[in-house]
């Protein structure tokens, strides 16, 4: 059975506009759920976090791999497979297709005759192939009110984008979106924070940030903002 973790994503930009933000974790959260269900990759809990400075999205109990799967292909119908007792053309290419000998091959009974097929076991993709292409596919459509572009590049994004967390558990998942190399940096509040986090897993970033004067739960971030503003 695949082992399990938490897989910690972290765009983080220039402030963006205050009107999209939650719109734009979501979008992130909800299309990397779709892609590792398509992937049939097994996970749990999904949430979204956002601050003017960062797209956050965790994923707990997300399998490392996906399931193997068992494949099966039909070739020729056996009483066209062999002439004169040697195999055709026909079932040597379908053979040869397979990466196989012809002697390999397998009958396959249906209600319609028997076919000479191939039957093998694919194992499944582990989520440090799976994920970048995944990502890339993700932040492309992302609801972004409006692009700009920075620098020399070509790259367009809401906001000049700065750095790229991609950890599964404690392990960095190599990746490039927008330009940007994932690793394991993050950084805190602008002002009073400045200076760049070494995280190590979400528990770590999690703690980190609060230290570092960023509130990351938005519910939690609501309360306060509420709390102070009656005192």
């Known amino acids: 059975m695949a ?22 974790a979501d ?12 992937a049939e990759v097994a996970f749990g809990q999904v949430r979204a976090y956002a601050t003017p400075r960062r797209l956050a999205v965790m994923i707990e109990s997300l399998a490392e791999r996906q399931p193997d799967r068992e494949i099966e292909k039909r070739g020729p119908a056996k009483a066209a497979a062999f002439k004169d007792g040697e195999p055709t053309r026909a079932v040597q290419g379908f ?25 093998h076991t694919q194992p499944g993709e582990h ?41 599964y558990g404690s392990e960095v998942i190599e990746a490039s979106v927008l330009g940007l190399d994932s690793g394991r940096t993050t ?8 200076d760049a986090i070494t995280v190590r ?10 230290a570092a004067k960023v509130v990351l739960d938005p519910d939690r971030r609501k309360r306060i903002i509420l709390d102070d503003a009656r005192n």
């Not at 979008?27 to 398509?38: E, F, K, Y």
Request: hydrophobic share 45%; proline share 7%.
């Open 3 to 24: 082992s399990v973790n938490t897989l910690l994503i972290e765009l983080g930009c220039e402030e963006l506009p205050p009107g999209a933000i939650d719109a734009l």
């Open 27 to 38: 979008s992130l959260a909800n299309g990397l759920a779709d892609g590792l269900r398509d």
């Open 95 to 119: 053979a040869r297709s397979c990466g196989v000998e012809v002697s390999d091959l397998i009958e396959l009974e249906t209600d319609k005759g028997t076919w000479l097929g191939y039957r």
């Open 127 to 167: 989520l440090s192939a799976l994920l970048p292409t995944m990502l890339e596919q993700v932040v492309a459509p992302l609801p972004v009110p409006k692009n700009m572009r920075w620098g020399a590049s070509r790259i367009e994004f809401s906001r000049p984008v700065h750095w790229l967390v991609a950890l």
């Open 187 to 194: 950084f805190g509040h602008r002002f009073h924070a400045p």
């Open 201 to 210: 897993s979400f528990e770590d970033y999690a703690e980190k940030l609060e």
